[in-house]
């Protein structure tokens, strides 16, 4: 009896990911009437309810959303869009055109097929399928699978463990203290909610920074755009590939925006400790570097207000005077172990990061770390494309800020190696 052998079919172009990265590239090939799909494992920008907390705001001001012929136009440009503000800010965006997505479909395999070309073996609730394109553009994220640690495994399975993108609500853990590792923006972030919700918190830093949220009178992050920081391409910006490997600083958008101060939290009632190294059972051990990485992290905010200092001065802006931050609280002692048990701890959240995950690629574009080897998105696999990755051509990527710009720049080499070019179109920038 013979196998069936599935469907293949052939379009110009694939994009994998029904993401605000993916669906930009999509809006500009649409408008420049070249065939393609969008396929998505889920449902389109499906992250932004399924791996957001419920008090979840943006980081970044309002006026920063831009996508492919849409801005934010709302009434508070400077505030802080919450998760279900930004839901249906995209459900806004997917009303203004009609890409032609596939849904609930996952790309399992993507192969090169000679020197051009790709096959996609797709999944969905029919069975299998395969696609041919001359292009493809990845827009799957950059960093997909949630990192936790080797010996969480070992540890007491009386305490419940979830990564960071499982956590929504306080009242989803069960009662008792909780230990949240990783003090990167998702991590103090969900620290600070379960404080403001009365929960006993241990949180364990790590060597992120963090950032003041308004300074001489306005956000920072709009002092830093005006300063062209999100414009600078990843080659030109200070401090090279090791700026661009850190933890992305600290801050808060919630009522309305404010600093993230960990020391104030630990003033609060808040237990801190150093980088948690290793565990079995009920016992974590941590490295003595908390006092370290408070001291840093407020360098860095020290250090960014200085930079915005020298940009007032040049530029003679007319601003409120200049301001530090002091410490207002600094560790007795260096804690390097915890009983679970003995602090009532019920739950821990894990927001130590993600990595990439690209094993369905088979395509020699990426470096030992498994990341693609990419310049502006275009790799040296003829076709082969990727977009919505940090630092894919400025520190705006990845964020609504730059996602225009590279979604654009995609699409334009896409039509190029298509013999179209010119797709040119005006962008929000």
Same mark, same amino acid.
């Given at each position: 009896?013979?196998?069936?052998?599935?469907?293949?079919?052939?379009?110009?172009?694939?994009?994998?990911?029904?993401?605000?990265?993916?669906?930009?590239?999509?809006?500009?090939?649409?408008?420049?009437?070249?065939?393609?799909?969008?396929?998505?494992?889920?449902?389109?920008?499906?992250?932004?309810?399924?791996?957001?907390?419920?008090?979840?705001?943006?980081?970044?001001?309002?006026?920063?959303?831009?996508?492919?012929?849409?801005?934010?136009?709302?009434?508070?440009?400077?505030?802080?869009?919450?998760?279900?503000?930004?839901?249906?800010?995209?459900?806004?965006?997917?009303?203004?055109?009609?890409?032609?997505?596939?849904?609930?479909?996952?790309?399992?395999?993507?192969?090169?097929?000679?020197?051009?070309?790709?096959?996609?073996?797709?999944?969905?609730?029919?069975?299998?399928?395969?696609?041919?394109?001359?292009?493809?553009?990845?827009?799957?994220?950059?960093?997909?699978?949630?990192?936790?640690?080797?010996?969480?495994?070992?540890?007491?399975?009386?305490?419940?463990?979830?990564?960071?993108?499982?956590?929504?609500?306080?009242?989803?853990?069960?009662?008792?203290?909780?230990?949240?590792?990783?003090?990167?923006?998702?991590?103090?972030?969900?620290?600070?909610?379960?404080?403001?919700?009365?929960?006993?918190?241990?949180?364990?830093?790590?060597?992120?920074?963090?950032?003041?949220?308004?300074?001489?009178?306005?956000?920072?992050?709009?002092?830093?755009?005006?300063?062209?920081?999100?414009?600078?391409?990843?080659?030109?910006?200070?401090?090279?590939?090791?700026?661009?490997?850190?933890?992305?600083?600290?801050?808060? @958008? +919630?009522?309305? $925006?404010? =600093?993230? &101060?960990? *020391?104030?939290? %630990?003033?609060?009632?808040?237990?801190?400790? /150093?980088?948690?190294?290793?565990?079995?059972?009920?016992?974590?051990?941590?490295?003595?570097?908390?006092?370290?990485?408070?001291?840093?992290?407020?360098?860095?905010?020290?250090?960014?207000?200085?930079?915005?200092?020298?940009?007032?001065?040049?530029?003679?802006?007319?601003?409120?005077?200049?301001?530090?931050?002091?410490?207002?609280?600094?560790?007795?002692?260096?804690?390097?172990?915890?009983?679970?048990?003995?602090?009532?701890?019920?739950?821990?959240?894990?927001?130590?990061?993600?990595?990439?995950?690209?094993?369905?690629?088979?395509?020699?574009?990426?470096?030992?770390?498994?990341?693609?080897?990419?310049?502006?998105?275009?790799?040296?696999?003829?076709?082969?494309?990727?977009?919505?990755?940090?630092?894919?051509?400025?520190?705006?990527? @990845? +964020?609504?800020? $730059?996602? =225009?710009? &590279?979604? *654009?720049?995609? %699409?334009?080499?896409?039509?190029?190696?298509? /013999?179209?070019?010119?797709?040119?179109?005006?962008?929000?920038?």
């Amino acid at each position: 009896m013979n196998t069936p052998v599935p469907p293949v079919t052939h379009i110009p172009v694939a994009i994998i990911g029904g993401g605000q990265a993916g669906l930009s590239v999509s809006w500009y090939l649409g408008h420049a009437d070249i065939e393609h799909v969008v396929i998505e494992s889920q449902t389109a920008v499906h992250a932004w309810t399924s791996k957001r907390w419920d008090n979840f705001t943006l980081v970044t001001p309002n006026w920063h959303c831009r996508l492919p012929g849409y801005a934010y136009e709302g009434p508070d440009p400077d505030g802080f869009m919450t998760r279900d503000e930004v839901v249906d800010w995209l459900g806004g965006w997917l009303r203004t055109f009609a890409p032609p997505l596939r849904e609930h479909t996952t790309v399992t395999r993507l192969r090169q097929t000679g020197d051009t070309g790709f096959e996609l073996t797709l999944q969905n609730a029919g069975g299998h399928e395969t696609l041919t394109c001359d292009q493809v553009v990845v827009a799957t994220g950059g960093y997909p699978l949630p990192v936790v640690p080797d010996f969480a495994a070992s540890l007491d399975p009386a305490v419940a463990q979830i990564h960071s993108e499982e956590y929504f609500t306080p009242d989803q853990l069960a009662a008792g203290a909780v230990l949240v590792v990783g003090s990167g923006q998702s991590g103090a972030q969900i620290a600070e909610d379960l404080h403001l919700a009365g929960r006993q918190v241990h949180l364990a830093l790590g060597n992120a920074p963090r950032v003041a949220r308004t300074y001489r009178g306005r956000d920072c992050m709009t002092w830093l755009a005006d300063m062209g920081l999100y414009d600078t391409p990843a080659q030109e910006y200070p401090g090279g590939k090791a700026a661009q490997e850190k933890t992305n600083h600290y801050v808060t @958008g +919630r009522d309305g $925006g404010r =600093d993230v &101060d960990l *020391r104030q939290f %630990a003033a609060e009632g808040m237990t801190l400790y /150093g980088k948690l190294t290793d565990g079995k059972d009920a016992i974590l051990r941590f490295a003595p570097t908390l006092a370290e990485s408070l001291d840093h992290a407020d360098s860095v905010y020290n250090s960014i207000c200085s930079d915005i200092d020298r940009y007032i001065e040049a530029n003679g802006i007319d601003a409120p005077a200049p301001s530090r931050y002091e410490p207002v609280w600094t560790p007795a002692h260096e804690p390097t172990d915890l009983d679970l048990g003995d602090a009532g701890i019920t739950s821990i959240v894990w927001a130590i990061g993600y990595r990439p995950d690209y094993r369905w690629i088979e395509a020699s574009a990426f470096d030992g770390a498994g990341r693609p080897m990419q310049t502006r998105g275009v790799t040296q696999v003829s076709g082969l494309n990727f977009v919505g990755l940090p630092w894919m051509h400025t520190w705006g990527s @990845g +964020r609504f800020l $730059g996602i =225009d710009r &590279d979604a *654009r720049h995609i %699409a334009e080499s896409v039509g190029a190696a298509l /013999g179209r070019p010119g797709i040119r179109l005006a962008a929000n920038q």
